[in-house]
Protein backbone atom coordinates (compact mmCIF):
# COMPACT_ATOMS: atom_id res chain seq x y z
CA UNK A 1 0.00 0.00 0.00
CA UNK A 2 2.79 2.68 0.03
CA UNK A 3 2.52 3.26 4.09
CA UNK A 4 3.66 1.52 6.85
CA UNK A 5 0.83 -0.37 8.84
CA UNK A 6 -0.80 0.82 12.08
CA UNK A 7 0.72 -0.31 14.91
CA UNK A 8 -1.78 -3.06 17.18
CA UNK A 9 -0.97 -2.49 21.11
CA UNK A 10 -0.43 -6.05 22.52
CA UNK A 11 -2.31 -6.33 25.87
CA UNK A 12 -0.74 -8.01 29.71
CA UNK A 13 -3.41 -10.90 28.68
CA UNK A 14 -2.32 -13.37 31.30
CA UNK A 15 -1.63 -10.64 34.08
CA UNK A 16 -4.84 -9.76 33.86
CA UNK A 17 -6.53 -13.08 33.74
CA UNK A 18 -4.68 -13.40 36.94
CA UNK A 19 -6.12 -10.32 38.16
CA UNK A 20 -9.82 -11.46 37.63
CA UNK A 21 -9.41 -14.94 39.05
CA UNK A 22 -8.28 -13.44 42.31
CA UNK A 23 -11.00 -11.46 42.97
CA UNK A 24 -13.83 -12.68 44.94
CA UNK A 25 -17.55 -12.90 43.28
CA UNK A 26 -19.26 -9.50 44.44
CA UNK A 27 -16.16 -7.67 43.08
CA UNK A 28 -16.79 -9.41 39.68
CA UNK A 29 -20.36 -9.05 39.49
CA UNK A 30 -19.60 -5.33 40.20
CA UNK A 31 -16.99 -5.29 37.46
CA UNK A 32 -19.35 -7.20 34.71
CA UNK A 33 -22.21 -4.89 35.68
CA UNK A 34 -20.36 -1.89 34.22
CA UNK A 35 -18.41 -3.06 31.25
CA UNK A 36 -21.17 -5.03 29.47
CA UNK A 37 -19.86 -7.91 27.51
CA UNK A 38 -16.62 -6.92 27.20
CA UNK A 39 -15.14 -9.63 29.55
CA UNK A 40 -14.59 -12.48 27.15
CA UNK A 41 -11.75 -9.65 24.91
CA UNK A 42 -9.67 -11.02 28.03
CA UNK A 43 -9.83 -14.41 26.09
CA UNK A 44 -9.57 -13.59 22.81
CA UNK A 45 -6.30 -13.38 20.15
CA UNK A 46 -5.92 -10.50 18.09
CA UNK A 47 -5.75 -11.06 13.91
CA UNK A 48 -3.06 -8.48 13.71
CA UNK A 49 -2.75 -9.05 10.03
CA UNK A 50 -6.47 -8.44 9.78
CA UNK A 51 -6.73 -5.65 11.20
CA UNK A 52 -3.68 -3.48 9.79
CA UNK A 53 -4.83 -4.63 6.61
CA UNK A 54 -8.33 -2.75 7.49
CA UNK A 55 -6.37 0.40 8.29
CA UNK A 56 -5.46 0.92 4.88
CA UNK A 57 -8.89 0.66 3.36
CA UNK A 58 -10.43 3.21 5.68
CA UNK A 59 -11.92 6.46 4.47
CA UNK A 60 -11.21 9.61 6.87
CA UNK A 61 -13.86 11.69 4.64
CA UNK A 62 -17.09 9.43 5.19
CA UNK A 63 -15.78 7.90 8.16
CA UNK A 64 -16.53 4.29 6.42
CA UNK A 65 -14.14 1.29 4.72
CA UNK A 66 -14.18 0.90 1.59
CA UNK A 67 -13.55 -1.89 -0.29
CA UNK A 68 -12.55 -2.43 -4.39
CA UNK A 69 -13.64 1.76 -4.25
CA UNK A 70 -17.23 1.12 -4.00
CA UNK A 71 -18.27 -1.36 -1.44
CA UNK A 72 -18.56 0.61 2.07
CA UNK A 73 -18.94 -0.69 5.66
CA UNK A 74 -18.62 1.65 8.56
CA UNK A 75 -18.76 0.01 12.60
CA UNK A 76 -21.99 1.74 14.01
CA UNK A 77 -23.11 2.59 17.03
CA UNK A 78 -26.18 0.20 17.25
CA UNK A 79 -23.55 -2.19 16.59
CA UNK A 80 -21.24 -1.53 19.24
CA UNK A 81 -24.01 -0.99 21.18
CA UNK A 82 -25.85 -4.24 21.02
CA UNK A 83 -22.34 -6.13 21.03
CA UNK A 84 -21.07 -4.54 24.15
CA UNK A 85 -24.99 -4.15 25.51
CA UNK A 86 -24.95 -0.57 26.79
CA UNK A 87 -27.27 1.65 25.91
CA UNK A 88 -26.84 4.51 23.61
CA UNK A 89 -29.54 6.50 25.91
CA UNK A 90 -27.13 7.39 28.50
CA UNK A 91 -25.17 10.65 29.18
CA UNK A 92 -21.96 10.77 27.10
CA UNK A 93 -18.29 10.57 28.72
CA UNK A 94 -16.99 14.08 29.02
CA UNK A 95 -13.50 13.94 27.72
CA UNK A 96 -10.35 14.87 30.27
CA UNK A 97 -9.95 18.24 29.21
CA UNK A 98 -7.94 20.69 31.48
CA UNK A 99 -7.57 17.74 33.93
CA UNK A 100 -4.18 16.92 35.97
CA UNK A 101 -3.42 13.06 35.18
CA UNK A 102 -1.94 13.13 38.93
CA UNK A 103 -5.11 14.15 40.57
CA UNK A 104 -7.19 12.05 38.21
CA UNK A 105 -5.22 8.72 39.58
CA UNK A 106 -5.66 9.46 42.95
CA UNK A 107 -9.57 10.65 42.94
CA UNK A 108 -9.86 7.05 41.54
CA UNK A 109 -7.68 4.96 43.68
CA UNK A 110 -6.97 7.20 46.60
CA UNK A 111 -3.14 6.02 46.70
CA UNK A 112 -0.85 8.59 47.48
CA UNK A 113 -0.04 11.32 45.30
CA UNK A 114 3.19 11.83 45.73
CA UNK A 115 3.91 8.33 44.60
CA UNK A 116 1.69 8.67 41.91
CA UNK A 117 3.63 12.08 40.86
CA UNK A 118 6.90 10.16 40.94
CA UNK A 119 5.45 7.11 39.30
CA UNK A 120 4.27 8.90 36.47
CA UNK A 121 7.11 11.27 35.96
CA UNK A 122 9.44 8.37 35.83
CA UNK A 123 7.56 7.13 32.81
CA UNK A 124 6.95 9.53 30.68
CA UNK A 125 3.64 10.41 32.19
CA UNK A 126 2.10 6.71 31.70
CA UNK A 127 1.12 4.90 34.36
CA UNK A 128 3.11 0.98 34.23
CA UNK A 129 1.83 -2.18 34.67
CA UNK A 130 4.15 -2.53 37.54
CA UNK A 131 2.43 0.57 39.38
CA UNK A 132 -0.76 -1.27 39.29
CA UNK A 133 0.48 -4.70 40.01
CA UNK A 134 1.67 -3.39 43.20
CA UNK A 135 -1.51 -1.39 44.39
CA UNK A 136 -3.96 -4.41 43.14
CA UNK A 137 -1.41 -7.08 45.33
CA UNK A 138 -1.97 -4.39 48.51
CA UNK A 139 -5.50 -3.27 47.95
CA UNK A 140 -8.55 -4.14 49.23
CA UNK A 141 -11.35 -5.70 47.68
CA UNK A 142 -12.92 -2.36 46.63
CA UNK A 143 -9.20 -1.21 45.61
CA UNK A 144 -8.61 -4.70 43.58
CA UNK A 145 -12.10 -4.78 41.77
CA UNK A 146 -11.44 -0.84 40.41
CA UNK A 147 -7.85 -1.19 39.71
CA UNK A 148 -8.98 -4.03 37.42
CA UNK A 149 -11.56 -1.75 35.41
CA UNK A 150 -8.76 0.89 35.16
CA UNK A 151 -6.31 -1.77 33.85
CA UNK A 152 -9.27 -3.49 31.67
CA UNK A 153 -9.75 -0.27 29.91
CA UNK A 154 -6.61 0.97 29.93
CA UNK A 155 -4.95 -1.85 27.78
CA UNK A 156 -7.87 -3.80 26.64
CA UNK A 157 -10.49 -0.86 25.44
CA UNK A 158 -8.09 2.17 25.00
CA UNK A 159 -4.61 0.96 24.48
CA UNK A 160 -1.60 3.61 25.27
CA UNK A 161 1.57 1.82 25.62
CA UNK A 162 2.59 -1.71 26.19
CA UNK A 163 3.02 -2.46 29.13
CA UNK A 164 1.45 1.15 30.77
CA UNK A 165 -2.13 2.54 30.22
CA UNK A 166 -3.22 6.80 29.88
CA UNK A 167 -3.77 7.45 33.59
CA UNK A 168 -6.44 9.95 32.41
CA UNK A 169 -8.39 6.63 31.64
CA UNK A 170 -9.05 6.99 35.48
CA UNK A 171 -11.47 9.53 34.71
CA UNK A 172 -13.26 8.01 31.96
CA UNK A 173 -13.90 4.74 34.12
CA UNK A 174 -15.07 6.95 36.94
CA UNK A 175 -17.52 8.04 34.69
CA UNK A 176 -18.21 5.01 33.81
CA UNK A 177 -19.03 3.99 37.28
CA UNK A 178 -21.57 6.15 37.20
CA UNK A 179 -23.57 4.69 34.26
CA UNK A 180 -22.44 7.18 31.49
CA UNK A 181 -22.29 6.19 27.96
CA UNK A 182 -19.29 4.52 26.57
CA UNK A 183 -20.18 2.96 23.42
CA UNK A 184 -19.77 6.00 21.30
CA UNK A 185 -16.33 6.55 23.09
CA UNK A 186 -15.25 3.99 21.72
CA UNK A 187 -16.38 3.88 18.25
CA UNK A 188 -15.10 7.67 18.15
CA UNK A 189 -11.30 6.51 19.60
CA UNK A 190 -11.34 3.62 16.59
CA UNK A 191 -12.38 6.41 14.09
CA UNK A 192 -10.16 8.61 15.14
CA UNK A 193 -7.06 6.15 15.44
CA UNK A 194 -7.97 4.88 11.80
CA UNK A 195 -7.96 8.71 10.83
CA UNK A 196 -4.42 10.10 12.17
CA UNK A 197 -2.90 7.29 10.86
CA UNK A 198 -4.22 7.64 7.32
CA UNK A 199 -3.48 11.22 7.61
CA UNK A 200 -0.14 10.54 8.60
CA UNK A 201 -0.12 10.89 12.36
CA UNK A 202 -0.26 8.91 15.19
CA UNK A 203 0.40 5.41 13.80
CA UNK A 204 -1.08 3.58 16.88
CA UNK A 205 -4.61 2.17 16.98
CA UNK A 206 -5.65 3.38 20.47
CA UNK A 207 -9.06 1.48 20.73
CA UNK A 208 -9.85 -2.02 20.96
CA UNK A 209 -8.39 -4.27 17.75
CA UNK A 210 -10.50 -7.57 19.22
CA UNK A 211 -13.47 -5.69 18.73
CA UNK A 212 -13.09 -4.24 15.44
CA UNK A 213 -12.21 -7.52 14.47
CA UNK A 214 -14.91 -8.93 15.46
CA UNK A 215 -17.58 -7.01 13.72
CA UNK A 216 -15.70 -7.06 10.35
CA UNK A 217 -15.07 -10.63 10.28
CA UNK A 218 -19.33 -10.48 11.19
CA UNK A 219 -19.67 -9.06 7.89
CA UNK A 220 -17.56 -11.63 5.51
CA UNK A 221 -19.46 -14.89 4.11
CA UNK A 222 -18.57 -18.21 5.41
CA UNK A 223 -17.48 -17.02 9.11
CA UNK A 224 -20.47 -14.84 9.52
CA UNK A 225 -22.38 -18.02 9.51
CA UNK A 226 -20.38 -18.87 12.42
CA UNK A 227 -21.94 -15.94 14.28
CA UNK A 228 -25.74 -16.42 13.51
CA UNK A 229 -27.17 -15.62 16.46
CA UNK A 230 -31.37 -15.33 16.84
CA UNK A 231 -31.67 -13.96 20.03
CA UNK A 232 -28.75 -12.01 21.62
CA UNK A 233 -28.32 -12.55 25.07
CA UNK A 234 -25.53 -12.59 27.75
CA UNK A 235 -24.62 -15.78 27.71
CA UNK A 236 -24.93 -15.82 23.69
CA UNK A 237 -23.57 -12.70 22.09
CA UNK A 238 -21.23 -11.84 19.48
CA UNK A 239 -18.17 -11.55 21.83
CA UNK A 240 -18.75 -14.60 23.34
CA UNK A 241 -19.81 -16.39 20.26
CA UNK A 242 -16.39 -15.34 18.08
CA UNK A 243 -14.87 -16.43 21.84
CA UNK A 244 -16.21 -19.81 21.22
CA UNK A 245 -15.44 -20.15 17.50
CA UNK A 246 -12.16 -17.92 17.21
CA UNK A 247 -10.19 -20.89 16.12
CA UNK A 248 -12.54 -21.37 13.10
CA UNK A 249 -12.17 -17.24 11.90
CA UNK A 250 -10.01 -17.30 8.88
CA UNK A 251 -6.40 -16.31 10.41
CA UNK A 252 -5.15 -15.31 6.40
CA UNK A 253 -2.07 -13.85 5.84
CA UNK A 254 -1.70 -9.56 6.20
CA UNK A 255 -1.19 -9.75 2.44
CA UNK A 256 -3.90 -12.43 1.62
CA UNK A 257 -6.85 -9.76 3.49
CA UNK A 258 -5.08 -6.70 1.62
CA UNK A 259 -5.87 -8.65 -1.56
CA UNK A 260 -9.39 -9.57 -0.17
CA UNK A 261 -10.30 -6.05 0.35
CA UNK A 262 -9.15 -4.56 -2.97
CA UNK A 263 -10.94 -6.67 -4.89
CA UNK A 264 -14.17 -7.65 -3.39
CA UNK A 265 -17.34 -8.93 -4.39
CA UNK A 266 -20.69 -8.20 -3.34
CA UNK A 267 -21.34 -11.76 -2.56
CA UNK A 268 -18.19 -12.23 -0.24
CA UNK A 269 -19.79 -9.81 2.40
CA UNK A 270 -22.83 -10.45 4.56
CA UNK A 271 -24.30 -6.17 4.38
CA UNK A 272 -26.24 -6.92 7.48
CA UNK A 273 -25.12 -8.66 10.10
CA UNK A 274 -26.53 -12.13 11.24
CA UNK A 275 -26.80 -10.55 15.23
CA UNK A 276 -27.58 -7.22 14.09
CA UNK A 277 -31.33 -6.83 15.01
CA UNK A 278 -32.51 -3.48 15.45
CA UNK A 279 -35.77 -1.67 15.14
CA UNK A 280 -34.70 2.16 15.78
CA UNK A 281 -31.33 3.17 13.78
CA UNK A 282 -29.83 6.59 14.08
CA UNK A 283 -29.22 7.14 10.62
CA UNK A 284 -29.73 10.93 10.44
CA UNK A 285 -28.65 13.94 12.53
CA UNK A 286 -30.90 16.88 11.97
CA UNK A 287 -32.76 14.95 8.77
CA UNK A 288 -29.80 14.89 6.27
CA UNK A 289 -26.12 15.77 7.79
CA UNK A 290 -24.13 13.31 9.86
CA UNK A 291 -23.91 12.20 12.93
CA UNK A 292 -21.40 14.02 15.78
CA UNK A 293 -19.02 11.86 17.78
CA UNK A 294 -17.72 12.48 20.69
CA UNK A 295 -14.29 10.74 22.19
CA UNK A 296 -11.56 11.15 24.92
CA UNK A 297 -8.86 12.45 22.51
CA UNK A 298 -11.19 13.79 19.90
CA UNK A 299 -14.28 14.81 17.93
CA UNK A 300 -15.73 13.85 14.50
CA UNK A 301 -18.51 12.86 12.41
CA UNK A 302 -19.28 10.14 10.51
CA UNK A 303 -22.20 8.94 7.81
CA UNK A 304 -24.31 6.19 8.67
CA UNK A 305 -26.60 6.98 5.78
CA UNK A 306 -23.46 5.83 3.37
CA UNK A 307 -24.38 2.21 4.73
CA UNK A 308 -27.65 1.73 5.01
CA UNK A 309 -27.71 -1.67 3.67
CA UNK A 310 -26.27 -2.41 6.81
CA UNK A 311 -29.26 -1.89 8.46
CA UNK A 312 -31.27 -4.13 5.43
CA UNK A 313 -32.01 -0.63 3.90
CA UNK A 314 -31.88 -1.15 0.05
CA UNK A 315 -28.88 1.02 -1.10
CA UNK A 316 -27.81 1.51 -4.89
CA UNK A 317 -25.36 4.52 -4.46
CA UNK A 318 -24.26 5.84 -1.40
CA UNK A 319 -25.40 9.40 -0.93
CA UNK A 320 -23.05 12.31 -1.23
CA UNK A 321 -21.60 13.82 1.77
CA UNK A 322 -23.61 16.55 3.01
CA UNK A 323 -20.67 18.91 5.10
CA UNK A 324 -16.99 19.04 5.96
CA UNK A 325 -16.57 16.05 8.24
CA UNK A 326 -15.71 17.85 11.78
CA UNK A 327 -12.35 16.62 13.31
CA UNK A 328 -11.32 18.44 16.75
CA UNK A 329 -8.18 16.84 18.71
CA UNK A 330 -8.19 17.46 22.31
CA UNK A 331 -4.67 18.54 23.28
CA UNK A 332 -3.61 19.18 27.18
CA UNK A 333 -2.78 22.77 27.52
CA UNK A 334 -5.14 24.00 24.49
CA UNK A 335 -7.85 26.42 24.44
CA UNK A 336 -11.20 26.70 23.02
CA UNK A 337 -12.52 22.85 23.00
CA UNK A 338 -15.03 24.10 25.22
CA UNK A 339 -17.13 25.88 22.54
CA UNK A 340 -16.54 22.75 20.44
CA UNK A 341 -17.93 20.31 22.63
CA UNK A 342 -20.48 22.64 22.99
CA UNK A 343 -21.61 22.65 19.49
CA UNK A 344 -21.76 18.88 19.39
Known amino acids: MGTPDIRIILPPKEELSTWWDKLDQNSRQFVESH ?3 LLPLLRINIHGGLVQALAHYWCPETS ?9 LTPTLEEYSIAIRKSLKAELISPPIRIDPVTALYDFLRIKEDDIRKVLKAHHNACP ?23 FF ?5 PYYKNAINPLIAQLVRQVLEGKNF ?6 ETFLSLTRFKGGGDKTLHSSP ?38 HAPDYHYSRWLAFMKKPTS ?6 AKWFQVRVARLSCRGVGPIPLLGFTGALEYYPTRVTRQYQVVQELPPALQAEPLQVSFVDGSRGHEDSILAI
Do not use: Y
Not at 267 to 272: C, I, N
Open 129 to 151: LSFLKECFEKGTSFQMRRIFLLA
Open 154 to 158: GFIVF
Open 267 to 272: KGFLWH
Open 35 to 37: IGR
Open 64 to 72: TFIFGNKHE
Open 210 to 247: KLLQIWFLSHIKGFGGLMTIHDVSNSNHPIMRFENNQK
Open 183 to 188: VSTVLT
